[in-house]
């Protein structure tokens, strides 16, 4: 069984530019999702100290980072197995909201599990100077009977009553899930209330996949409930152009409005642009925000973090021009120590 975890002492090369890193808190997961192999893959939660975690994100904002996203397969387990009753998902933003982090400005969460989403880390991103106003809750499917053969361990209704609850306690959030249709056992009308549910609730960000047969699964092993993968790519098409006309609404109401931009760097789209992302932007998964220079605007840098006015939109990106620089690109102070992320 996998017990390897790697923590701040760890040597790396940085894959990221300097400005936006990911940190893996946690390694393996306890779920017993059927469709996932990661648990016989990677073992057991195995969480590091609330101390590495520290040490590694401190060691990043003196590098430079302006974003840290917190990884885990299930954050919301976080330190469960430490012998430590302070070490929580919620407590560890709470010490890091203490700590002198320079230049770092967004702490973004990924993979949160629903049913583990309590109401006290929520206050945590809510009242959290530098936490982002985001969480990434894959929820994978509404219908209760999809569910029950997941093996996700609640009902569509606990779906519901967390997404009241998430935005209620985090006023402005960006709330991103995923899902998986096509699964074993998903018929017409569990479907049918997945494109109800998403088009009822409007979330920010969504991805969708296709069910993929693992062997070795719960659910790979349900042959006789097989959906043809014909019907799952339809659906698939099916949600996904739902959630572009529900973004494309979301991103049009943006528009006048000031955004805090993080530049990313030149775009690809034209010479006289640059990109960056907003706090509700994870890099890589979700949309852009394509930048011009306004008057007495210098050429902005990689890490540049700007004030921006929002002048249109896409289905998922908006267009802004850069008003005014709120805090240069950091020269990184000295060579620090940065620790690998496997997997």
């Known amino acids: 069984m996998p017990r390897y975890l790697y923590d701040d002492t760890t040597p790396r090369l940085a894959s990221t530019a300097r400005h936006s890193a990911y940190v893996k808190i946690a390694e393996g997961c306890d779920r017993p999702c059927g469709f996932c192999i990661i648990p016989k893959l990677r073992g057991p939660q195995r969480s590091r100290t609330p101390e590495s ?15 840290v996203n917190l990884v885990a397969q299930d954050l919301t387990t976080y330190g469960t197995d430490l012998d430590d ?7 560890l933003l ?5 700590l002198d982090l320079g230049t770092l400005r967004w702490i973004r969460l990924h993979y949160a599990y629903p049913t583990a989403t309590t109401d006290e880390l929520l206050d945590a991103i809510a009242e959290g100077p530098r936490v982002a106003k985001y969480l990434d809750v894959p929820l994978q499917h509404i219908d209760d009977s999809v569910l029950k053969i ?6 569509g209704k606990s779906v519901h009553d967390l997404v009241r609850r998430v935005r209620a306690r985090v006023p402005g959030v960006t709330l991103r899930t ?8 998903e018929t017409d009308d569990a479907f049918a209330r ?8 409007e979330f920010d ?15 790979g092993s349900l042959d006789d409930l097989d959906v043809p993968t014909t019907v799952a790519e339809r659906r698939r098409r099916d949600l996904m152009r739902l959630q572009r006309r529900i973004s494309k609404k979301k991103m049009k109401a943006m528009v006048g409005h000031d955004l805090d931009v993080l530049v990313d760097g030149s775009s690809d789209e034209s010479e006289y642009l640059h990109e960056g992302r907003h706090q509700g932007q994870a890099p890589e998964i979700d949309g852009k925000v394509f930048l011009s220079v306004g ?3 210098r050429a902005l840098r990689p890490g540049d973090l700007v004030r921006t006015r929002v002048d249109s939109f896409a289905d998922y990106d908006l267009a802004a021009t850069a008003l005014e620089i709120l805090q240069p690109a950091a020269k990184a102070r000295g060579r620090a120590r940065l620790p690998v992320i496997v997997g």
Do not use: C, N, Q
């Not at 709470?94 to 203490?98: D, K, V």
């Not at 997941?150 to 009902?155: A, D, I, K, Q, T």
């Open 53 to 67: 975690v520290e040490r590694e994100i401190m060691a990043l904002a003196e590098g430079g980072a302006v974003e």
């Open 85 to 91: 009753p302070e070490a929580s998902l919620a407590r």
């Open 94 to 98: 709470g010490r890091l909201a203490r």
């Open 150 to 155: 997941m093996r996700r361990g609640h009902v």
């Open 178 to 185: 995923t899902f998986i249709v096509g699964h074993p056992g």
């Open 194 to 201: 997945l494109m109800d549910f998403v088009e009822e609730v």
């Open 205 to 219: 960000r969504v991805g969708v996949f296709t069910y993929s047969k693992e062997e070795g699964t719960h659910s």
């Open 295 to 297: 008057d007495g605007v």
